[in-house]
């Protein structure tokens, strides 16, 4: 099992740059399929990034790609979500998520394992 904490989030104007990180208890991170989801207010969550035990493989929403890069350090037993030229839509409550499973799923029930998210708000 692992847990799940999340840090990096806050405020940030449009054009700006934010970075999550997830930080993993536990010494099989390096096993975990791992996701970053958001959820606006009034809205499901929705699958954002994830990437592949390896780092090999990543994948993304379409309304993220070119400005987010989802990337971890099994060393650090860590994943990132680098997020560049924000947008107010992607204001939300940001969090991560790890599964066994050895594909990127993108639907919340693949994901056993979550944090307690993050909220990013961008707006001017």
């Known amino acids: 099992q692992v847990q799940l904490v999340e840090s990096g989030g806050g405020l940030a104007q449009p054009g700006d740059s934010l970075r999550l990180s997830c930080a993993a208890s536990g010494r099989t991170f390096s096993r975990y399929t791992m996701a970053w989801f958001r959820q606006a207010p009034g809205k499901e969550r929705e699958f954002v990034a994830g990437i592949s035990w390896s780092g090999d493989n990543t994948y993304y929403t379409d309304s993220v790609k070119g400005r987010f890069t989802i990337s971890r350090h099994n060393a650090k037993n860590t994943v990132y979500l680098q997020m560049d030229s924000l947008k107010p839509e992607d204001t939300a409550a940001y969090y991560c998520?790890?599964?066994?499973?050895?594909?990127?799923?993108?639907?919340?029930?693949?994901?056993?394992?979550w944090g307690q998210g993050n909220q990013v708000t961008v707006s001017s």
């Open positions: 998520a790890g599964s066994m499973v050895g594909r990127i799923g993108r639907s919340r029930d693949e994901y056993p394992y």
